[in-house]
Nanobody, 125 residues
Framework: QVQLVESGGGLVQTGGSLRLSCAASGRTFNSYAMGWFRQAPGKERLFVAGINRGGGSTNYADSVKGRFTISRDNAENTVYLQMNSLKPEDTAVYYC??????????????????WGQGTQVTVSS
């Protein structure tokens, strides 16, 4: 339903920062909660952070609380993930996704119906 394109990934050292962007096209972006997921090689795709459709409510995986911040700019049809204090364990392909819900970004990937292609984040030590 919604076309999503991630950008901003790259290679950083432990303790560094990256800001990921997810640009959306389509008329429905403002209607739904959005989430960020990540997947390392050979691992399952896991929830990272979510934000409701208005941007006033956010939630995070325990592993990234205090380090990552999700935000959205509905006027620009973009959701962001600011990642600070990066660790090697954060290395993964990061995906943004549009939720089937309005007011809560859940952790279940099956409750999202539009996905971007992903952007690689690599954290070296």
């Amino acid at each position: 339903q919604v076309q999503l394109v991630e950008s901003g990934g790259g290679l950083v050292q432990t303790g560094g920062s990256l800001r990921l962007s997810c640009a959306a096209s389509g008329r429905t972006f403002n209607s739904y909660a959005m989430g960020w997921f990540r997947q390392a090689p050979g691992k399952e795709r896991l929830f990272v952070a979510g934000i409701n459709r208005g941007g006033g409510s956010t939630n995070y995986a325990d592993s990234v609380k205090g380090r990552f911040t999700i935000s959205r700019d509905n006027a620009e049809n973009t959701v962001y993930l600011q990642m600070n204090s990066l660790k090697p364990e954060d290395t993964a392909v990061y995906y943004c996704a549009s939720s089937i819900y309005y007011y809560q970004a859940t952790e279940n990937l099956h409750e999202y119906n539009s996905w971007g292609q992903g952007t690689q984040v690599t954290v070296s030590s």
